[in-house]
């Protein structure tokens, strides 16, 4: 079992369609982040969460760490909202100190 | 500010020979970080950096070593390349590790023929 599991792998969505990626992990983490990267390899940081909710623009992130899962929703979805969405837990033990696991990404497709 | 800034964006090498890639941080972050993308994957922990200390390896060969300078800045270098080294090179820099959001660099691209 992966330490990062993301659900569902690949996603197709009509534009305007309310989004749902998970992510659960199995390590112990302080913070966990959630990426977006474009075809053509830029990643971007587009939360990054201990604790509750975050919102920035019509992109949440949810995180219940009793329950080690977390949530990245896209409201109103857009054709530009196309990408793939990767979530990543750091591991702060031993040799692997800023060792940033990654889930194996969401391939998101938004059709107009 | 400018972002974190890497080069060189693409590179051709031959087995065998060795390589050099760069990393500027955004100013004021002093923790950087080095993943490799094979195609179609997820990117994979390389080493991680902090104030020029080497504070997290991850699972590869001892090829791969890397340092960081008085100014933050990091080189990855990468000895007797393999085929298998093909891939996208990823820094990423924060200001503290593990607790602030990281920024990523737009990575360098090495094709080893």
């Known amino acids: 079992k992966n330490e990062v599991e993301q659900s569902p792998q690949n996603l197709t969505a009509q534009e305007g369609e309310f989004i749902t990626i998970n992510c659960s992990y199995s390590v112990g983490i302080s913070a966990l982040h959630w990426l977006q990267q474009h075809p053509g390899g830029g990643i971007v940081s587009l939360f990054m969460l201990s604790s509750g909710k975050k919102k920035h623009g019509r992109l949440i992130a949810t995180i219940n760490i009793q329950e080690k899962h977390s949530s990245l929703h896209i409201t109103a979805s857009h054709p530009r909202d196309s990408a793939v969405y990767i979530c990543?837990?750091?591991?702060?033990?031993?040799?692997?100190?800023?060792?940033?696991?990654f889930g194996q990404g969401t391939i998101l497709t938004v059709h107009p | 500010d400018a972002g974190v800034t890497q080069s060189p964006t693409h590179l051709i090498k031959t087995r065998g020979q060795q390589v050099t890639l760069r990393c500027s941080p955004i100013?004021?972050?002093?923790?950087v970080s080095w993943y490799q993308q094979v195609l179609g994957q997820g990117p994979q922990f390389i080493f991680q950096?902090?104030?020029?200390?080497?504070?997290g390896r991850g699972n590869f060969p001892d090829r791969f070593s890397a340092r960081q300078f008085p100014n933050y800045s990091s080189e990855l270098n990468v000895n007797a390349l393999l085929l298998g080294d093909s891939a996208l090179y990823l820094c990423a820099s924060s200001g503290i590790p593990l607790n602030e959001k990281l920024f990523f660099g737009s990575g360098t691209q090495l094709s080893v023929l």
């Open positions: 950096y902090y104030e020029k200390e080497e504070r």
């Open positions: 990543a837990v750091p591991n702060a033990g031993g040799t692997s100190y800023g060792k940033l696991t």
């Open positions: 100013s004021g972050h002093k923790s």
